[in-house]
């Protein structure tokens, strides 16, 4: 029974892992989006403009929805993206027996991270090559 209750709070902790890594990216999308997109528009034009520049004639020519413009696939693969760093990360950390960050040492941190990126790399890997390819 006590082994079901254990399995159950781990499963219970990797479900909140993944909601809050997927609000995380939602918010970096939200919030770096425009910023990304700008930088893309100052790289393309003709000739070379500033970043207040393509702020104003984006925000005169097509208004606020112009700093948003292709944010679609973003909000999908980044949300993604990261509820597998954070849950993996921290599911990592649970196996390697970390109780609370004032017991979490270095070596930890780094074999969570290492595990972290190789889990992450086996879904970007394949979401990088359908965008590539697209």
């Known amino acids: 029974m006590a082994n079901t209750s254990g399995r159950n709070q781990t499963l219970l902790a990797f479900k909140k892992d993944i909601v809050c890594g997927s609000f995380a990216g939602v918010v970096c999308c939200v919030t770096g989006h425009p910023l ?6 100052m790289q ?3 000739p070379r403009v500033g970043f207040r520049e ?6 005169k020519q097509e208004g606020i929805k112009g700093f948003y413009k292709g ?5 999908i693969t980044v949300p993604l993206i990261n509820s597998v760093v954070f849950a993996s990360y921290e599911f ?5 027996g970390v109780q609370s ?4 040492t270095i070596r930890q941190s780094v074999v969570s991270g290492m595990f972290a ?3 992450n790399s086996l879904v970007l890997a394949p979401v990088e090559l359908v965008k ?3």
């Open 117 to 119: 990126g190789f889990v």
């Open 101 to 104: 960050e004032d017991d979490f």
């Open 54 to 59: 393509i702020c104003k004639r984006t925000l």
């Open 71 to 75: 944010i679609g696939p973003p909000m």
């Open 132 to 134: 590539c390819r697209l």
């Open 36 to 41: 990304d997109s700008m930088k893309v528009r």
């Open 92 to 96: 990592c950390k649970r196996m390697l």
């Open 44 to 46: 393309n034009a003709k």
